[in-house]
């Protein structure tokens, strides 16, 4: 059973417009992690969280806002969506273990603005 | 080798053969992480080796570490077409909190 949820799974956009992307994990892990996959790319963090009312900035937090209302629930809001922001968006959830964070991603959400 | 922000690197090989890719990474880690990432899917975590061991074994799968040169390598032999995906390493430390540093990832399609 998938421990790691994303919806919607596709969703198009118009410019402008506000498109909100939710998370939720069964893990209970205290971290949670918004990225972003671009074709022939790597993937590139955009907010993360540690816990329940926390979000951090990750690489490249511009033009994105996050919320962590649960320990289950991280959602990626595009305020003011852009074509720029057409892209794969995966979440992940992980905790920091002895000497290390494996974190257990999502299927993705492929989202176009138009 | 990948890293960081680097475009995606392409190998593809003949089912049976072996193969080995390469990864470099800039700060210092307690743990080189490989991920494999499936179309479609999100990656998953397929091993992942020490900063105090030099090779790790998993199946078909080996891991080398080489702390001096700040780079690690995932071998597979005998690949299978199912071998086919995007392959990741990843690194963090506890001084750069929960985050992981991923690399620019290896595309590898193995022809059956």
């Known amino acids: 059973e998938a421990a790691v949820t994303q919806s919607p799974r596709n969703k198009v956009a118009v410019t402008g417009g506000k498109v909100t992307l939710s998370c939720n994990q069964t893990n209970n892990h205290n971290n949670m992690y918004w990225y972003r996959q671009d074709t022939g790319h790597g993937l590139r963090l955009i907010h993360y969280s540690y816990g329940a009312g926390s979000t951090e900035k990750g690489d490249i937090p511009d033009g994105y806002k996050a919320s962590r209302p649960s320990q289950e629930n991280f959602s990626l809001i595009l305020e003011l969506a852009t074509p720029s922001q057409t892209s794969v968006y995966f979440c992940?959830?992980?905790?920091?273990?002895?000497?290390?964070?494996?974190?257990?991603f999502g299927p993705g959400t492929r989202l176009t603005v138009l | 080798s990948q890293w960081g922000e680097e475009n995606l690197q392409a190998l593809s090989i003949q089912e049976g053969e072996d193969v080995t890719m390469n990864c470099s990474y800039k700060?210092?880690?307690?743990?080189v992480q490989w991920y494999r990432q499936k179309s479609g899917k999100g990656p998953a975590l397929i091993i992942l080796?020490?900063?105090?061991?030099r090779e790790k074994r998993s199946g078909r799968l080996r891991a080398t570490l080489d702390t001096s040169s700040q780079s690690s390598s995932l071998s597979i032999t005998g690949t299978l077409a199912t071998d086919t995906a995007v392959y990741f390493c990843a690194t963090g430390n506890n001084n750069a909190g929960a985050k992981l540093t991923f690399g620019g990832g290896t595309r590898l399609t193995v022809r059956p």
């Open positions: 700060t210092y880690t307690t743990v």
């Open positions: 080796i020490r900063s105090n061991e």
């Open positions: 992940a959830s992980g905790d920091w273990g002895a000497d290390y964070a494996e974190q257990f």
